[in-house]
């Protein structure tokens, strides 16, 4: 009785440890996935935020003394606000 018993628990605890085997190789493979997806992702957002910085280059390039201008005043209501 206590053999069958142990027998039991033996088979058990391999399918579990087989389970958990299995668990472990399948999330894995989806944080794999999901890492590929997010470094897409980050080299996109890059190429996008690039193509944004072309009108902008023009534009100080245009207009230099409207630019610094326009920042002073940025900074100036930024510094203003984190103060408060």
């Known amino acids: 009785m206590a053999l069958a018993r142990k027998s039991r628990r033996a088979?058990?605890?391999g399918d579990?440890?087989?389970h958990l085997h299995e668990s472990a190789t399948r999330l894995k493979a989806q944080?794999?996935?999901v890492?590929?997806?997010l470094r897409q992702m980050a080299v996109t957002a890059g190429e996008s935020a690039l193509?944004?910085?072309d009108p902008i280059e023009?534009?100080?390039?245009?207009k230099p003394m409207k630019a610094?201008?326009?920042s002073a005043a940025i900074?100036?209501?930024a510094g203003w606000m984190f103060r408060r």
């Open 11 to 13: 088979q058990h605890n």
């Open 16 to 18: 579990l440890s087989e």
């Open 31 to 33: 944080a794999i996935t």
């Open 35 to 37: 890492g590929d997806d």
């Open 51 to 53: 193509g944004l910085t």
């Open 58 to 62: 023009k534009y100080i390039k245009e």
């Open 68 to 70: 610094v201008l326009i």
């Open 75 to 77: 900074g100036a209501v």
